[in-house]
């Protein structure tokens, strides 16, 4: 079945301790995204990858980096979590954006900072 | 990637038609109209994608005007299964970000 997997699906943490939020796809999707949803402000997108070793900044990656080392995986990184990062996040994935093919979501991982 | 405009909210009867607008009005030529719907906190899931020409699936159909500065989705018999938030977004194969807005919250009326 093809799908996108996030771990932990939910996640209660204190301020400063560092954290990763693995995503993984098994359909060989180039392109991977990682995206937060707060109330009233929609969802935003953190950063994107669009190949092994090949990654960029969304519209709000300050407090996040990302790792893209295997196709397959795009693990999120928190390496000083802030209360302000307390969200709900996805995960995504889809062929390269202009094949007009259709983006796969994770279930989320909802993340509480302290 | 353009920007998209919708509607925050919408009721709909069950049973009717649910016709959602979206605009984007500064849309380029290699730009693709997609629609998603998140229901509850679930990740979005897909709905229907078009270019130009007008679509339909097994969910919805999309119509695209002629200048394709806005389109409509429409779900022909909306049930109470349908109520989601429903995210039109625009995408090209040149510029990688992608742009969700907040959407349009459908409320499907028993």
């Known amino acids: 079945e093809a799908q996108v997997t996030q771990n932990p699906r939910y996640l209660i943490t204190v301020t400063g301790k560092k954290l990763t939020v693995t995503c993984s796809q098994n359909m060989n999707h180039e392109y991977m995204s990682w995206y937060r949803q707060d109330p009233g402000l929609g969802l935003r997108q953190i950063y994107y990858s669009m190949n092994v070793e090949v990654t960029d900044k969304g519209d709000v990656p300050e407090g996040y980096k990302v790792s893209r080392k295997e196709k397959r995986n795009f693990p999120l990184i928190l390496e000083s979590p802030s209360p302000n990062q307390t969200s709900l996040y996805f995960c995504?994935?889809?062929?390269?954006?202009?094949?007009?093919?259709?983006?796969?979501f994770g279930q989320g991982t909802r993340l509480t900072v302290v | 990637d353009a920007k998209t405009t919708q509607p925050p909210s919408m009721d709909c009867a069950e049973g009717r038609a649910a016709n959602l607008p979206c605009n984007h009005s500064?849309?380029?030529?290699?730009?693709?109209v997609y629609w998603y719907r998140q229901i509850h906190s679930q990740g979005p899931q897909y709905i229907i994608h078009?270019?130009?020409n007008n679509e339909t699936n097994e969910m919805a159909s999309l119509i695209i005007t002629e200048d394709r500065k806005s389109s409509t989705l429409i779900l022909p018999h909306a049930t109470l299964r349908d109520t989601a938030v429903y995210y039109c977004?625009?995408?090209?194969?040149?510029?990688?970000?992608?742009?969700f807005g907040i959407g349009t919250k459908l409320q499907v009326i028993p």
């Open positions: 500064t849309i380029s030529g290699n730009e693709y």
């Open positions: 078009g270019l130009k």
């Open positions: 995504a994935s889809s062929p390269l954006p202009g094949t007009s093919a259709e983006a796969f």
């Open positions: 977004i625009v995408r090209s194969g040149g510029y990688q970000k992608v742009t």
